[in-house]
T-cell receptor, first 111, second 113 residues
Framework: SQQGEEDPQALSIQEGENATMNCSYKTSINNLQWYRQNSGRGLVHLILIRSNEREKHSGRLRVTLDTSKKSSSLLITASRAADTASYFCATDTGGGNKLTFGTGTQLKVEL | DTAVSQTPKYLVTQMGNDKSIKCEQNLGHDTMYWYKQDSKKFLKIMFSYNNKELIINETVPNRFSPKSPDKAHLNLHINSLELGDSAVYFC????????????FGSGTRLTVV
C-alpha cells in the first residue's frame, strides 16, 4: 500500500519564490527522505531526516518532520528554473530494505 | 563514471517476448533494488537484494526473475511480457540499509506492444 501522499500534486511558481511541498504518511518511520526526479531521468537523493529530528537544512532546502502528525514538508527557497522537477518523499519504516515512495509533487519554476 | 548504470535505456518489444534489463553499481554498496514507475509516476518496489541474497519480493508475478551474480550487479529478466508491464524500471543501490539514501540509475523505459 502507498505510504506517502504528497500535496500539492502540482505547483507552479515564479523564479525567486519559495516552494513548499508536503508529505503525509501512515505508519511509524525510521527516517524520511526527499528525492528529485527531472523529466526522463532517475531519482536523485536530496535530504534525509531521521525520526528523532525535527528540522534539517541543506543549501536552499529545508525539511521538517512532525512525527505526531506523520507529516513532513520540503521548502525550496529562492527557486530557480533548474528546480523544475518532480519531488518525492519516501519513508523507511525499518531496516532500510525498502523505501516507500509518495505520489510526488510536480514543481514548475517559471522565469 | 556512472554510479548506477542500467541497460538498455529504452526497450520496445512485443507481447509474449522475454527480455532482460541489466544493472551495475560501482559504489561498493551492499544492497540493490528494482523499482517500477508507472505512467502516473508512482514508484513501487519490486525486489531488494542484500549481498546477493533476495530479501524483498513485493508480490511481483513470477514472470519477473531477478538475478544477482555478485553484489555489484542485479539483473531483471521478464518472461512472457504483457502490455501492463510497460513502465519505467529503475535500479537503485544503497549502503548500510539505505540510511544515507539510495542512488538510482537513469531508468529503462519498457514498452510492450
Amino acid at each position: 500500500s502507498q505510504q506517502g501522499e504528497e500535496d500539492p500534486q502540482a505547483l507552479s511558481i515564479q523564479e525567486g519564490e519559495n516552494a513548499t511541498m508536503n508529505c503525509s504518511y501512515k505508519t511509524s518511520i525510521n527516517n524520511l527522505q526527499w528525492y528529485r526526479q527531472n523529466s526522463g531521468r532517475g531519482l536523485v537523493h536530496l535530504i534525509l531526516i531521521r525520526s528523532n529530528e525535527r528540522e534539517k537544512h541543506s543549501g536552499r532546502l529545508r525539511v521538517t518532520l512532525d512525527t505526531s502528525k506523520k507529516s513532513s514538508s520540503l521548502l525550496i527557497t529562492a527557486s530557480r528554473a533548474a528546480d523544475t522537477a518532480s519531488y518525492f518523499c519516501a519513508t523507511d519504516t525499518g531496516g532500510g530494505n525498502k523505501l516507500t515512495f509518495g505520489t510526488g509533487t510536480q514543481l514548475k519554476v517559471e522565469l | 563514471d556512472t554510479a548506477v548504470s542500467q541497460t538498455p535505456k529504452y526497450l520496445v518489444t512485443q507481447m509474449g517476448n522475454d527480455k532482460s534489463i541489466k544493472c551495475e553499481q560501482n559504489l561498493g554498496h551492499d544492497t540493490m533494488y528494482w523499482y517500477k514507475q508507472d505512467s502516473k509516476k508512482f514508484l513501487k518496489i519490486m525486489f531488494s537484494y542484500n549481498n546477493k541474497e533476495l530479501i524483498i519480493n513485493e508480490t511481483v508475478p513470477n514472470r519477473f526473475s531477478p538475478k544477482s551474480p555478485d553484489k555489484a550487479h542485479l539483473n531483471l529478466h521478464i518472461n512472457s511480457l504483457e502490455l501492463g508491464d510497460s513502465a519505467v524500471y529503475f535500479c537503485a543501490s544503497s549502503q548500510g540499509q539505505g540510511r544515507n539514501g539510495y542512488t538510482f540509475g537513469s531508468g529503462t523505459r519498457l514498452t510492450v506492444v
